[in-house]
């Protein structure tokens, strides 16, 4: 079922219930005040009738019943009267022809209760009363016919109503929620024309602040997010492949031509010897490449091992020595911490130390003397780790695209290298949820800053 049909089917259900609900509302409290009414003209009718009994007793003490006949006119639709007295005589009776007898039980309600009324399956309505001055009984039952006709008018009338408000629900919830949806549609139209081939498309916004508004800004948001994802997977790609078959060409280029002439072993291992450069170059250029795209996430903090952050520094510094063995590399902390918890921090001890050997073979190769300085600062909600070099500043214009993929400042252009150093460290450091950022410190200071948050 579509949202529009859904909505609409709800709007209806609702008015529908609200609507029975009205109705059956309205009928039963005009049924209760009909029937309050009638019971307050049978009251009326019985008074009447006892003051007329009242006033031919005192005046007229002689034929009583029949100048309480002639005085009574039968107004209510089938009207029953009884007058009886405490002795259970029936005093006045009409019609004369009526069969009554007393009810000792009735009697003892009526004068309990003084007044008393209720009716029976063919919607009599009867009611009594007791006046105890005269210790007279007074019983008057009549038919309202013309007041439950009208209640079987209202009946009809309030099922017209009901269906007909159901009818006119449907149809001006159809028409709302079309009107109310229509913004949807059109943004679900726009959003089959975007593709990945396309992804500058964006949708209209507009000034109203409202909930559409809202989608409409986060799906323009996420085009961008999108766009900029595609633009760098592209520029990965494209500097992937270039950087890669740069080895490769060199390589089959000193193939051929040892193919194409006869050399001696020396020229042989000379070639060889050039061949492995290339390769092991090849390999650390796939393996940067592997890292790079392999760890897009981590399990979440919980699961991870708290780690003494110092330690991993340490494995990092005894890798790079290993490499660069005539670099001098110290560490030290800023403020010595008072107790080992102020280094934990949950992280991969494999990958964070992938991301400080490279920052720190980073800081040897780019050094003006081999000198690498690495401190610690634990601020009580983040724990930086600096990353320090004498050399050449990176100008302000590649600071912005220092850690991206394959990108190289203009400092980096004698040295030999990839430009994935930098960018597999600070993706690391992402999904540990920690930020790396480069800061210039004149005159010829660079510093590289690991920042974590202390969970």
Known sequence: MKLKQRFALLFTLFVAI???????????????????????RLHIEGQKL???????????????????????????????????????????????????SINKTLLKNVAANTDIQFKDANNHQYIGFYVSEVGVYVFVSAYDKIGLQRLQQMSYILIFVFIGGLFLTVVVSLFFVNQALKPLTEIGLQMQKVNASNLFERLPETTVNDELQQITSSFNKMLNRLDSAFEAQRSFVHNASHELRTPLTVMLSQTEAALNKNINPEEVKILLR??????????????????????????????????????????????????????????????????????????????????FTNLIKNAVLYSSNKNVEINIENTGTKIVVNFENNGQLISQKDIQHLMQPFFRSGNAVKIKG??????????????????LIYTPIEPDTNRFSAIFSIH
């Open 274 to 355: 050039s061949l492995k450069e290339d390769q092991l170059s090849l390999i650390e250029l796939t393996n940067s490449l592997l890292l790079l795209s392999q760890y897009e996430k981590l399990p979440s903090f919980n699961s991870l091992p708290l780690i003494r952050i110092d330690e991993v520094i340490f494995e990092a510094i005894a890798t790079t020595q290993k490499i660069y063995s005539s670099a001098s590399i110290s560490f030290s902390f800023k403020e010595h911490p008072a107790n080992e918890k102020q280094l934990m921090l949950p992280i991969s001890d494999a990958l964070l130390k992938a991301a």
């Open 418 to 435: 990839f430009g994935l150093g930098l960018s597999i460290a600070k993706r690391i450091i992402d999904i540990h949820g920690g930020e």
């Open 50 to 100: 006892f003051d007329e009994y009242v006033d031919i007793k005192i005046n007229h003490k002689q034929d009583l019943v029949e100048k309480l006949n002639a005085e009574h006119k039968n107004i209510l639709n089938n009207e029953v009267v009884v007058i009886c007295d405490t002795a259970q005589n029936i005093i006045f009776k009409k019609p004369n022809t009526l069969s009554f």
């Open 18 to 40: 609200i609507l029975f609900i009205s109705c059956i509302t309205i009928y039963l409290l005009y049924r209760e005040y009909r029937a309050d009414d009638y019971y307050r």
